[in-house]
């Protein structure tokens, strides 16, 4: 997998530890991976500090080496900010609202008719936490939250994390090419609580989509899928990314799979659509475009 990606930016999945690193040479990327760990509690972050200082003790000097720094000060502001002793110590509690979010692809803002890419997609919502119990799905786009527009996932984060546990939120939803209002309660039992990692896969890959690096974007789909055979948002991805590809025939079993891991909703809908136009003949020019492909 490390050889599919460009020298300069390897990715790493440490499974036993559930994290995933960006780039080392890569500041714009820090603020995602900061914010996983800004929502670890100290016990966490204290594992983290020690695995990463064993990584560095045992190879100071090899090619992960700056990696592990970088990771190793993410790690010590995120346990500054929360004041955690060497001991670990607890947590005051934080709201969690139960969602999951990436940049919008630009190819999905204009078939979820969006003039522009602001704003946050919703890759996951975890089930019976407070998005999921006002109603807030898979490709939903926040578009702002309590009147205040929010036009890049890491603003979303930060607006969720001024508010407090028990307080009613109202967020602004893309859907069905209109604006509507959810009102999301965060519970105290939606606190705390280490959140998976696939969101920052999802965003990664939507930059290489986006950057017309389609076979990079697949693989890291398909990584998604791996964890989580019925993310049918990866799926449908995975259809898009086969699509620029020209297979459609890999195109299709994808779209097909999200529709049947999720037969109703959005992301089903557009799944047939992408069929549909799949299906439909070629014309002469898409054929001779193909062909000298």
């Known amino acids: 997998m490390l050889g599919l990606l460009p020298r300069k930016c390897a990715t790493v999945v440490l499974a036993a530890a559930g994290i995933l690193s960006g780039c080392a040479t890569a500041p714009e990327n820090n603020g995602a991976v900061l914010n996983v760990y800004r929502q670890l509690d100290c016990n966490t972050l204290k594992e983290r500090d020690a695995l990463f200082n064993r ?3 045992g190879s100071p000097q090899n090619q992960a080496a700056q990696m592990w720094r970088e990771h190793a000060a993410m790690v010590n502001q995120a346990r500054a900010e929360k004041h955690c002793g060497d001991s670990g110590g607890a947590v005051a509690q934080r709201p969690r609202i139960g969602i999951q979010v990436a940049p919008v692809p630009a190819s999905l803002a204009t078939a979820l008719g969006l003039s522009s890419t602001s ?5 996951d919502v975890m089930k019976g936490l407070p998005a999921d119990k006002a109603g807030i799905e898979k490709m939903d786009v926040v578009l702002g939250m309590d009147g205040k527009k929010l036009a890049t996932p890491d603003e979303v984060l930060a607006a969720i994390k001024q508010l407090g546990v028990g307080a009613k939120t109202n967020v602004q939803i893309w859907r069905n090419r209109s604006v509507k209002d959810y009102v ?3 519970s105290a ?3 705390n609580g280490a959140p998976p990692t696939t969101d920052l896969v999802m965003e990664a890959a939507a930059g290489d989509f986006d950057a017309g690096r389609y076979f990079d974007a697949f693989k890291k789909y398909q990584k998604v899928v791996k964890q ?3 993310d049918a948002l990866a799926w449908y991805f995975i259809g ?8 459609a025939a890999g195109a299709k079993t994808a779209y097909q799979r999200v529709i049947d891991i999720q037969p109703q909703g959005q992301i089903a809908d557009y799944a047939r659509q992408m069929l549909a136009n799949l299906s439909q003949p070629a014309t002469a020019s898409g054929k001779a475009a193909q062909k000298k492909k």
């Open 189 to 191: 039992e939606s606190t």
């Open 228 to 230: 989580n055979p019925n």
């Open 184 to 186: 999301v309660d965060l």
């Open 119 to 123: 704003g946050a997609l919703i890759v």
């Open 55 to 57: 990584a560095l003790t």
């Open 240 to 247: 898009q990314s086969l699509d620029k590809m020209h297979d």
